[in-house]
């Protein structure tokens, strides 16, 4: 049986297929305009390399598909979610509970004007008011979110239900209703608020894309599971188990949990972990082992008082545009992703781009770009470079790219830098985990910025997401308010019951699941492991929380054969490299082996940059430990 593992980002859709013995490990363009045909685009190839003649047989011996994206982060970033409604208590219409969170979301996810005070002893006359003037402003989705609905929601479920009653989902006038309360319990009202109005905002492009694909395989090729989707937790879950805020950044998150499970097994204490795409950078933490998160965060510079991953990004990969500003080189934000892509493609784009300047700069090849599928041009890229950067700096094409380049590694060095300060560390103490199409052009520079002295690149490293999600399990989550200590128990025994429900409608056997506990206070938590723990005695109980955890097949990391081949293949014109030549070696048939840069490594579908300065050293996994001299 096979395990097929997708994750969709915005430049490229990554795919590893597992089963048999063998690790497949693909890359295809992604389809903005309707990601399901990258997701079909990966399955097709998995199917076409394990030899199945058709997608239906290949299917009929998949066990689990896994999927995570950037979908939700995209909608967030790119601000085209649909138009919202929000009820919320009278006199909280400007500020939301939270003036900071107000100027982040008013105008940006829901206009000023679309936004109504609800009394707090309205009746129903007034009710049905407030919400026919927001459908007479058009609008179809409404939010409810009132002030100190924590504990108890039924202020706002007594809303919601009006709504339905009003306007039932079996007309064309339904009007989609969500209570703050629904979407996160937290105290703060503030949080409810918005955690809702992300929801709401990134739901129909997720929901649309999700429910396609799983329709396609199960309808017309026959598949009989479920496609579990990625969370921002580090598991999956079924589509009908999925809010759209649970996704939000969780295809990036899953290098984040990859680097964690492979820090364990390295003893790497605090790990900065730099994430490079052809859209986006980002730059994540780990110490000991776990994802470093934070109490409260941003999410595109939305204000959260959650639990959260501590994940900063920047717009800033290989389809971003080079230009010159006040006499620098400037990158992005605007960028040019898979279509039409860098000038180097050849299909059309004609701005300078970071790819434009790596290929010019010898770090990628012309033929081996994505396996071989795409002849890169140099021509074009040395146009673009000599017209937007050059020329404005009076530099050669040679000179243009490698100052592009420079600028390139500086602001991934600033990320990373402000990522372990955040965590409290120094970041010459953190080793660098780089992955991502492009992060491993980047880690020794960056390293070397931040004066770090150890690195590490990995042999899955250019779908390290979707290594991610190979080693992930169904992870459901569960939340109750408590009003009292005696409670407890009675909601404890409810949540683990409801888990248990859903692990065995979706096929699965509850009696093999972890229980995780958390219960809180106002003053703090206690945490347990399969029974639910006692409340804690620094105040009473505010919040039970339980994590069931279900283990999934996973990919289980085989040896390379063989000692490796030593000597390079050959050398790459590079102002970079020893003697303008930098000497590269074959990244399939490197293992167990000692090498001292300037050098690369070519994979085929990725490439290791390993600067002046530094040494590499490879295992038997085909994992890679860099050290500075």
């Known amino acids: 049986?096979?395990?097929?593992?997708?994750?969709?980002?915005?430049?490229?859709?990554?795919?590893?297929?597992?089963?048999?013995?063998?690790?497949?490990?693909?890359?295809?363009?992604?389809?903005?305009?309707?990601?399901?045909?990258?997701?079909?685009?990966?399955?097709?190839?998995?199917?076409?390399?394990?030899?199945?003649?058709?997608?239906?047989?290949?299917?009929?011996?998949?066990?689990?598909?896994?999927?995570?994206?950037?979908?939700?982060?995209?909608?967030?970033?790119?601000?085209?979610?649909?138009?919202?409604?929000?009820?919320?208590?009278?006199?909280?219409?400007?500020?939301?509970?939270?003036?900071?969170?107000?100027?982040?979301?008013?105008?940006?996810?829901?206009?000023?004007?679309?936004?109504?005070?609800?009394?707090?002893d309205a009746d129903e006359h007034e009710l049905r008011l407030a919400i026919k003037s927001l459908l007479d402003k058009g609008i179809r989705r409404i939010n409810v979110s009132l002030r100190d609905a924590f504990p108890d929601g039924q202020a706002e479920r007594r809303i919601i239900d009006m709504i339905a009653q009003d306007y039932p989902d079996h007309f064309l006038g339904s009007i989609p209703a969500l209570a703050g309360s629904d979407v996160v319990l937290r105290p703060d009202d503030s949080t409810r608020t918005v955690a809702s109005l992300i929801n709401a905002y990134v739901h129909p492009a997720l929901a649309?894309?999700?429910?396609?694909?799983?329709?396609?395989?199960?309808?017309?090729?026959?598949?009989?599971?479920?496609?579990?989707?990625?969370?921002?937790?580090?598991?999956?879950?079924?589509?009908?188990?999925?809010?759209?805020?649970?996704?939000i950044e969780s295809g990036p998150l899953f290098g984040t949990h990859a680097c964690a499970v492979t820090a364990g097994r390295f003893g790497d204490d605090k790990v900065i972990a730099i994430d490079v795409g052809g859209t986006t950078a980002k730059a994540s933490a780990v110490r000991a082992g776990q994802v470093v998160s934070k109490e409260s965060g941003h999410l595109f510079d939305i204000p959260l008082r959650l639990d959260m991953p501590l994940l900063r990004s920047m717009a800033l990969g290989g389809g971003s545009v080079a230009r010159v500003t006040d006499g620098r080189v400037v990158l992005g934000p605007d960028s040019m992703g898979a279509a039409p892509g860098p000038a180097c493609y050849g299909l059309g784009g004609r701005n300078a781009t970071v790819t434009d300047a790596f290929f010019l700069c010898g770090f990628i090849s012309p033929t081996a770009f994505l396996g071989g599928k795409r002849v890169l041009d140099a021509d074009r890229a040395r146009t673009a470079l000599d017209k937007h950067v050059g020329t404005p700096l009076g530099l050669a094409p040679p000179a243009a790219a490698q100052a592009v380049v420079e600028a390139a590694w500086d602001a991934v060095a600033q990320l990373a830098r402000g990522t372990a300060e955040e965590a409290g560390w120094d970041p010459a103490d953190c080793v660098i985990y780089a992955y991502g199409g492009n992060g491993p052009l980047?880690?020794?520079?960056?390293?070397?910025?931040?004066?770090?002295?150890?690195?590490?690149?990995?042999?899955?490293?250019?779908?390290?997401?979707?290594?991610?999600?190979?080693?992930?399990?169904?992870?459901?989550?569960?939340?109750?308010?408590?009003?009292?200590?005696?409670?407890?128990?009675?909601?404890?025994?409810?949540?683990?019951?409801?888990?248990?429900?859903?692990?065995?409608?979706?096929?699965?056997?509850?009696?093999?699941?972890?229980?995780?506990?958390?219960?809180?206070?106002?003053?703090?938590?206690?945490?347990?492991?399969?029974?639910?723990?006692?409340?804690?005695?620094?105040?009473?109980?505010?919040?039970?929380?339980?994590?069931?955890?279900?283990?999934l097949p996973r990919l289980r990391q085989s040896e390379i054969d063989g000692p490796g081949e030593t000597e390079a293949t050959g050398g790459r014109p590079s102002p970079f490299g020893a003697d303008g030549s930098l000497a590269t070696y074959d990244g399939v048939e490197l293992a167990s082996v000692d090498l001292t840069g300037p050098l690369l490594v070519d994979g085929g579908s990725y490439t290791w940059l390993v600067t002046r300065g530094w040494s590499l050293s490879t295992d038997a996994f085909g994992d890679a430990s860099l050290t500075r001299e």
């Open 1 to 120: 049986m096979y395990n097929v593992d997708i994750d969709t980002g915005g430049t490229m859709t990554d795919g590893l297929v597992c089963g048999g013995g063998t690790v497949l490990a693909l890359k295809v363009e992604t389809t903005p305009h309707d990601v399901t045909v990258a997701f079909l685009d990966i399955l097709k190839a998995a199917q076409r390399e394990f030899g199945f003649a058709d997608l239906r047989s290949f299917l009929d011996r998949v066990e689990v598909i896994r999927w995570s994206s950037t979908i939700t982060s995209n909608v967030l970033a790119q601000r085209v979610g649909p138009k919202l409604g929000l009820l919320v208590s009278a006199g909280h219409e400007k500020d939301l509970y939270d003036e900071e969170a107000a100027r982040a979301v008013v105008g940006v996810l829901v206009s000023a004007g679309d936004i109504s005070g609800i009394p707090s």
């Open 208 to 247: 649309t894309s999700l429910y396609r694909a799983e329709e396609i395989v199960r309808d017309e090729h026959g598949w009989q599971g479920n496609v579990l989707i990625g969370h921002i937790n580090g598991g999956v879950a079924r589509i009908g188990k999925t809010k759209a805020f649970d996704t």
């Open 442 to 551: 980047f880690v020794t520079a960056v390293a070397e910025r931040l004066g770090a002295r150890n690195a590490r690149f990995f042999r899955y490293g250019h779908v390290y997401s979707a290594y991610g999600s190979a080693i992930s399990d169904v992870v459901h989550v569960y939340e109750s308010a408590l009003t009292d200590r005696g409670h407890l128990e009675s909601v404890g025994a409810h949540l683990a019951d409801q888990a248990r429900r859903d692990l065995r409608a979706e096929g699965f056997d509850p009696s093999v699941a972890f229980l995780h506990w958390d219960v809180r206070s106002a003053k703090g938590a206690v945490q347990g492991e399969g029974e639910l723990p006692p409340a804690p005695h620094d105040g009473e109980p505010t919040l039970v929380r339980l994590t069931a955890r279900h283990p």
